[in-house]
């Protein structure tokens, strides 16, 4: 069955998280990379794969780190089962067809290519003179880097995420100041959606490090558990809030700029369109925010009574001039909440002002 093109651009990612540091294959693979021997492993095997195959012998023996390394002395290819428990055949020697293209040197590196691109397998080499790994997937050489290659790389997207995350927390608090002012812009609106994706760019950038580090990574997946927290609910609440009454749910989200190009992310004007703010709209355009994103800062009042108040409301403005009375009326408020809700708002808008001063 054909691979939809999804399925294509996951593909590697899901190998090179099964290479990952920690796991038996990526051993085996290491262990012959440290004897300075090489070696070309198929990761699977169908009729296609027993079409490119002469030679060797059938082995069907349980997977383990020392067999591959062993196996891999011998000349010739390895054939592993499709979830890489058995070690299928050794000393294979492989004949694809010689005419599919191949941009690699080397007999192993071009017979690794044209087996993954005839068979649709995917394919691991050790280069014995490179001492490098690689995986070859639907014509494309994938490195198989060291865990310190990738923790370099990670730690500097780490580091840019550090700012974003804190510019993104700049800009909320900016957008809180001027909701409570009432003098929010399309703009302002625009540039938190902005930054919400570039965050959830890195965010997609450092999974796949954490993916491809295995056992590695985990001290990279709780920073990056910590940095993102709250992204997705802030994304959600933005659209709660800003959705123009015209427009469906599902026709006015952040997450529609992730199909943007990097350039167009950076234009408010074309970021603003992707979202969903109609033609009509332009970057001065004054909005109302419904209040979603500020009563989900108030402690104690529980999310379905939250949702009950704005709706009560209709805007966050009403909201803030209401009265204790005005709030005993919305169903599920006495006296004590009611007064929860006030002071609440109180400390938001206090909070607003002190922000403007410094
Ligand atoms: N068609 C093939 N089938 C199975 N094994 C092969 C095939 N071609 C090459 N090999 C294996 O690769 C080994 C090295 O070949 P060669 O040096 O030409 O490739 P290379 O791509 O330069 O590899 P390296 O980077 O490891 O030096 C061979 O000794 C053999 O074990």
Do not use: C
């Amino acid at each position: 069955m054909a691979l939809s093109p999804a399925e294509i651009q996951a593909r590697p990612r899901r190998y090179q998280a099964l290479l990952a540091p920690g796991t038996p294959l990526r051993e085996g693979l290491e262990r012959i990379l440290h004897g300075r021997t090489g070696a070309l492993v198929v990761l699977g095997s169908n009729r296609k794969v027993d079409r490119v195959s002469t030679g060797g012998f059938a082995l069907d023996v349980q997977f383990t780190p020392t067999a591959l390394r062993e196996l891999a002395k011998m000349d010739g290819g390895i054939i592993l089962s499709s979830d890489f428990e058995r070690i299928l055949a050794a000393g294979v020697h492989f004949v694809p067809d010689g005419s599919i293209p191949t941009v690699e040197t080397g007999t192993r590196h071009r017979t690794a290519d044209r087996i993954a691109q005839q068979t649709g397998m995917p394919v691991v080499t050790v280069s014995a003179s490179m001492s490098t790994i690689a995986l070859f997937l639907d014509g494309q050489r994938h490195p198989i880097e060291t865990s310190e290659a990738i923790l370099s790389r990670a730690n500097q997207a780490l580091a840019t995420l550090t700012r974003y995350r804190e510019r993104l927390s700049g800009t909320t608090r900016s957008l809180s100041t001027l909701e409570v002012h009432d003098q929010v812009s399309l703009k302002d609106v625009a540039l938190v959606a902005q930054r919400i994706e570039m965050i959830r760019r890195l965010d997609r950038e450092l999974r796949a490090y954490v993916a491809a580090l295995g056992v590695d990574g985990r001290l990279l997946e709780m920073q990056l558990y910590e940095l993102t927290l709250g992204v997705d609910d802030l994304a959600t609440l933005l659209e709660l809030d800003y959705r123009p009454e015209e427009q469906e749910e599902m026709t006015f989200r952040v997450g529609a700029l992730e199909h943007l190009d990097s350039t167009e992310l950076l234009d408010p004007h074309v970021v603003a369109r992707q979202m969903g703010f109609g033609e009509g709209m332009h970057l001065e355009t004054r909005l109302e925010p419904r209040g979603h994103r500020q009563v989900a800062q108030l402690t104690r009042i529980p999310g379905s009574l939250g949702r009950r108040l704005v709706d009560h409301f209709g805007t966050l403005q009403a909201l803030f001039g209401a009265s204790t009375v005005d709030l005993l009326e919305v169903e599920g408020f006495g006296e004590g909440r009611a007064r929860l809700v006030r002071e609440g708002l109180a400390r938001l808008a206090e909070a607003a002002f002190s922000e403007r001063l410094d």
